[in-house]
DNA sequence: GTCTATAAGGAGATAGAC
DNA sequence: GTCTATCTCCTTATAGAC
């Protein structure tokens, strides 16, 4: 059998799972389900994946590999391109919202598997899940919260990171249910167009990094 | 038998329910899970709420039908306060907030699984729950629609029907697990401090709307 | 490497006694 | 209203032929 008819098996297993786990969570979604939607035989995930936990775990890592890579890669390319001064505040959300926007605008047919899966995983609080994205979020926040902190030195550290847990928080909506957020705005927002909303995230949130430390209003909460 | 035992039987079950659904998710969570949480017997449950999917829908309006309440009378009573005049992007976003993050400092046990549980709904794309959700939904977002353009009448709509949609997704991304943001931020971030939450998301989010339409960058997502 | 067949157990839901 | 017992189906996973 050549490899390359191997590696097509693996890769239409791993399309039909990411599929169904976004669909329907990792709970919801059964291997037969996944089995029929690749077309091979039940047996044939357990030889290549050795379990249901072993599946999600590669589907997760063939996504969010590459993924970590770009958007370090994309902030190293800035950090040079600034040549020694700080990277702007809007170059860094560029570099935060870019790679994973970016999936928006891939194939139809994969695209909402990917984008969903990728929303879905992040307010998933499987501890399982979890700790397979702890190392490669960790690293990502990092270098992120350190470009900030070069960029806005004088804000607190804390607000810094609050702010930046708050983008996560809306990029991860986003691609989680692009479909919602089209029927709710009845049509005046249009998730896909990935460079409509990268500008409007940019326009957003840069103008909240730049006021940090700026007003702190203290409500009670009762 | 007492009414005052018959509420307090299937409140037990909606406690135990919305517990074992924000941990497991919807699919995740048996409903021997459930009753074992709540101490009563499996039948017990059909009894009352006829099936799982029956037990979710009461679990999701015993809490939902009350928050959208309160965020109507919230913000009634700014506009209320404003006297015609309209009101300021910090009070709608404090009203748009504060009924959520107000559940973050209820008691501890119940606590975590109401937050959890609201998070998670909202990044859940099953369709029968989202349409428990949507007619709740679009009343809410209108109601604060109205009030940002009133507030801001210089903006384009659509900029700030996506600006909302950041703030939805940042605040369920909160809810959903505080512990992540507690761990991945090495406790800079404590999520359980209401106060602290509202007054940086006040604070960031209120800069990004007076910012609308200021900039408008154009990046080519290729 | 790929298949069939099946093990072993958990799921949602219900019938019917009390 | 509450319980026991059970039905029926589907789940993950594996053994073993080819």
Redesign the interface.
Same mark, same amino acid.
């Given at each position: 059998m050549p490899k390359r008819a191997k590696e097509s098996r693996q890769a239409k297993i791993l399309d039909a799972a990411e599929t169904a786990f976004a669909? %329907?969570?990792?709970?919801?979604a059964s291997m037969r389900d996944i089995v029929r939607g690749a077309g091979v035989n039940l047996a044939t995930v357990y030889y290549y994946f050795g379990s249901k936990n072993g599946l999600m775990e590669a589907v997760l890592k063939r996504r969010f590999g590459p993924l970590r890579q770009e958007h370090l890669e994309v902030l190293r390319q800035f950090e040079r391109e600034a040549k020694g001064r700080p990277v702007s505040v &809007?170059k860094i959300l &560029?570099a935060m919202l870019?790679p994973p926007?970016?999936l928006l605008?891939a194939p139809a047919a994969k695209r909402q598997a990917v984008t969903?899966l990728m929303?879905?995983i !992040? $307010?998933?609080? %499987?501890a399982q899940t979890?700790e397979i994205l702890h190392g490669q979020?960790?690293e990502v926040?990092a270098a992120f919260l350190k470009a900030l902190r070069a960029s806005l030195p004088k804000a607190p550290? *804390? %607000?810094l990171?609050?702010?930046m #847990?708050? =983008?996560?928080?809306?990029? @991860?909506?986003?691609l /989680?249910?692009p479909? $919602?957020?089209e029927v #709710?705005?009845h049509g005046? /927002?249009n998730p896909v167009d @990935?460079?409509k !909303?990268?500008?409007?995230? =940019?326009?957003?949130?840069?103008?909240?990094?730049? *006021? !940090?430390g700026?007003? $702190?209003?203290? !409500?009670? =909460? $009762?």
């Open positions: 669909d %329907d969570g990792y709970n919801g &809007e &560029e870019l926007l970016r605008a969903r929303g879905r !992040v $307010t998933e609080p %499987d979890q979020r960790s926040r550290a *804390a %607000d990171q609050w702010r #847990e708050f =983008v996560w928080g809306a990029l @991860a909506f986003i /989680c249910n479909r $919602t957020i #709710e705005t005046a /927002c @990935a460079s !909303v990268l500008a409007e995230m =940019v326009g957003f949130f840069s103008a909240g990094f730049r *006021a !940090v700026i007003s $702190t209003l203290m !409500v009670s =909460v $009762t």
